[in-house]
């Protein structure tokens, strides 16, 4: 009997609509389960067999059955936006506000797999556009952060609150903005989203968009004029770092135009312009200068703005920090090094060019005594100590020893030997 039962069920899974006759006419229990505990039903609409199901339920089979998951043959139709199924199950008396083991509803399954017409539908049915799953997400919220527009359009035009949030407090607006999904973004706000809801790590809409570096959608939660573009996440950074580090020019120039702090430092001491330096993104580094960004400021490991663009290997933010006249004589870095030394332990050609011809100083040494002309000559950086002896004032560190007794002229001179 055992077999009969299992062959049952798999000619229900393979939708053998006459295997399935002949045994519902032979009295078959139609609550028979698989190893899922799965019904004949169950399996019938995971499978997306219309006439199965259909047969199935002429004979009375437990619509709202469910697995060992707490899965009904409603919520897989709706997950497989299987619409003719949906409507012949819910006709049939499914429950729509059945939810499986991790409080997935009907309607969440559908918003969450963009199966528009399944979302239409069980709106018309009455189903409840605001209800949560385990963790406190919404459909909107869903459909908001997989980008499916008219779902958002249908659900929010149903009455789904706009800022019904997580159980992180995110809400839909940080969703769609953490993606750039831009269209959603403006959906949320023309019904009235708060624009400055604080979510996990205390970030916000424009804290994700611009994190995210989608400049589009950060422009438009910008046209709001009451967000709050000072607000820090938990790292401290803000959306001008945030915008500065991405290299979204247009939304750094705004968020400086709408008087954003330039100065402020993150959790770690650094400043906004050395997100800007690291990311090597040149426009966004003039337009903070050109707003009184601090040239000279020191952040984590003493670093200043040139020395992360020295370290980065940014020669034309290099060159741009230069005509700003920064300290370039200050050291920092796990090594204490100045701009210079470090431009040569690197083996950055045209930045020691660069500092040369501005005028840093060969008399400054690392924590073992050593000038640029060692670490050059030490590295066989040639072009490097050519440039370092370009000015002939500069031949004198050929004889200054380092903490060890060496010499630039003694290191390249064992060199050749060697």
């Not at 309607?107 to 018309?124: C, N, P």
């Not at 050291?331 to 090094?337: L, P, T």
Request: proline content about 2%; charged content about 25%; some cysteine.
């Amino acid at each position: 009997m055992a077999n009969v039962f299992l062959q049952f069920l798999i000619d229900v899974e393979n939708g053998d609509l006459d295997a399935v006759k002949r045994n519902i006419q032979n009295g078959i229990d139609l609550d028979i389960r698989d190893e899922d505990q799965q019904t004949a039903l169950i399996l019938a609409a995971r499978c997306n067999h219309f006439e199965c199901v259909k047969v199935l339920l002429e004979a009375h089979a437990d619509v709202n059955a469910e697995d060992v998951d707490h899965w009904t043959a409603l919520l897989n139709a709706c997950q497989n936006g299987n619409l003719d199924i949906v409507c012949l199950l819910t006709e049939n008396g499914a429950y729509i506000e059945h939810c499986d083991c991790g409080q997935f509803s009907p309607l969440m399954w559908a918003s969450y797999q963009g199966h528009t017409r399944v979302v239409e539908y069980l709106l018309s049915c009455g189903t409840n556009v605001n209800a949560q799953d385990e963790h406190s997400i919404s459909s909107l919220s869903w459909a908001s952060g997989r980008n499916h527009v008219d779902i958002v359009e249908l659900l929010l035009a149903a009455g789904a609150s706009p800022n019904l949030c997580d159980k992180n407090n995110t809400s839909p607006l940080i969703w769609a903005s953490r993606r750039g999904y831009t269209r959603i973004v403006d959906l949320l706000l023309k019904h009235n989203a708060n624009v400055n809801s604080i979510g996990m790590k205390n970030m916000t809409a424009l804290l994700a968009a611009t994190k995210g570096g989608h400049a589009e959608t950060a422009l438009r939660l910008l046209e709001n004029r009451t967000i709050d573009i000072k607000i820090q996440d938990k790292d401290g950074e803000t959306p001008l770092s945030h915008a500065c580090a991405q290299g979204l020019t247009d939304v750094v120039a705004e968020l400086v135009q709408r008087h954003a702090y330039v100065n402020t430092v993150d959790k770690n001491g650094d400043p906004v312009l050395f997100a800007a330096v690291k990311g090597g993104k040149e426009d966004c580094v003039s337009i903070l200068l050109e707003n009184h960004a601090d040239i000279n400021a020191i952040g984590a490991e003493n670093k200043t703005a040139i020395l992360w663009a020295v370290e980065r290997g940014r020669l034309n933010v290099v060159k741009y920090l230069l005509q700003y006249n920064p300290d370039v004589e200050v050291s920092g870095g796990s090594d204490d090094d100045t701009p210079l030394l470090l431009a040569t332990k690197r083996k950055r050609v045209g930045i020691v060019y660069e500092l040369i011809k501005y005028g840093a100083k060969l008399s400054s040494v690392d924590q073992f005594g050593d000038n640029s002309l060692h670490i050059a000559l030490r590295n066989r950086s040639r072009d490097i100590a050519d440039i370092l002896l370009s000015n002939p004032r500069h031949s004198k560190y050929l004889y200054r020893p380092n903490k060890r007794g060496e010499t630039p002229y003694k290191i390249d001179a064992s060199l050749q030997k060697s």
